[in-house]
T-cell receptor
Framework: KQEVTQIPAALSVPEGENLVLNCSFT??????LQWFRQDPGKGLTSLLL?????REQTSGRLNASLDKSSGRSTLYIAASQPGDSATYLC????????????FGGGTRLMVKP | GAGVSQTPSNKVTEKGKYVELRCDPI?????LYWYRQSLGQGPEFLIY????????DSGLPNDRFFAVRPEGSVSTLKIQRTERGDSAVYLC????????????FGPGTRLTVL
């Protein structure tokens, strides 16, 4: 059974810092990995999707990497802003559970002005 | 274009009552999913529809939970004899064709069972 873990559970940084959020998964047989943002009381917004054959994806100040063999992904946020404050979730779509996303518990990010 | 919409946004009910939660996917998306998110946790899969049929309902916790998608568009999640442990945010998502496509999520319905 696929298990997804996100570390740290919470993170507080001053504005302008570069930061890295970590995601690990136990079963490397995946189709893809997706990073989401969730604001309080809101749904999920897709940030980046990395296919299993890819190593990284970039969108603006965000860069997500994938090391499938070691079961790890990182989300790099450059020059953080207060508006980046949210919960960040990673989710994997696995071969043995291909109809669902398996989510980590999320990282709650606070960027202080 | 419009995203995934869910109604109601909030639902408060009493233990033992029946509730229905509605999801309108993105137009043209054939795949639809329901997830449940408890406070402080990531969403957990409930059920996946491909068209009108439930292709995977392995995440439904018990037979009090049921979902339909009769015309391959709107879906309704139905919960009978609600329990306090059913309190959570119920999220709906849709994707173009396959479960491996990007899933787009709605804002969720917050269900509170008193």
């Amino acid at each position: 059974k696929q298990e997804v873990t996100q570390i740290p559970a919470a993170l507080s940084v001053p504005e302008g810092e570069n930061l890295v959020l970590n995601c690990s998964f136990t079963d490397s047989a995946i189709y893809n990995l997706q990073w989401f943002r969730q604001d309080p009381g809101k749904g999920l917004t897709s940030l980046l999707l990395i296919q299993s054959s890819q190593r990284e994806q970039t969108s603006g100040r965000l860069n997500a990497s994938l090391d499938k063999s070691s079961g790890r992904s990182t989300l790099y946020i450059a020059a953080s802003q207060p508006g980046d404050s949210a919960t960040y979730l990673c989710a994997v779509n696995s071969h043995n559970a291909g109809n669902m996303l398996t989510f980590g518990g999320g990282t709650r990010l606070m960027v202080k002005p | 274009g419009a995203g995934v919409s869910q109604t109601p946004s909030n639902k408060v009910t009493e233990k033992g009552k029946y509730v229905e939660l509605r999801c309108d996917p993105i137009s043209g998306h054939t795949a639809l999913y329901w997830y449940r998110q408890s406070l402080g946790q990531g969403p957990e899969f409930l059920i996946y529809f491909q068209g009108t049929g439930a292709a995977d309902d392995s995440g439904l916790p018990n037979d009090r939970f049921f979902a339909v998608r009769p015309e391959g568009s709107v879906s309704t999640l139905k919960i009978q004899r609600t329990e306090r442990g059913d309190s959570a945010v119920y999220l709906c998502a849709s994707s173009v064709t396959r479960s491996t496509d990007t899933q787009y999520f709605g804002p969720g319905t917050r269900l509170t069972v008193l």
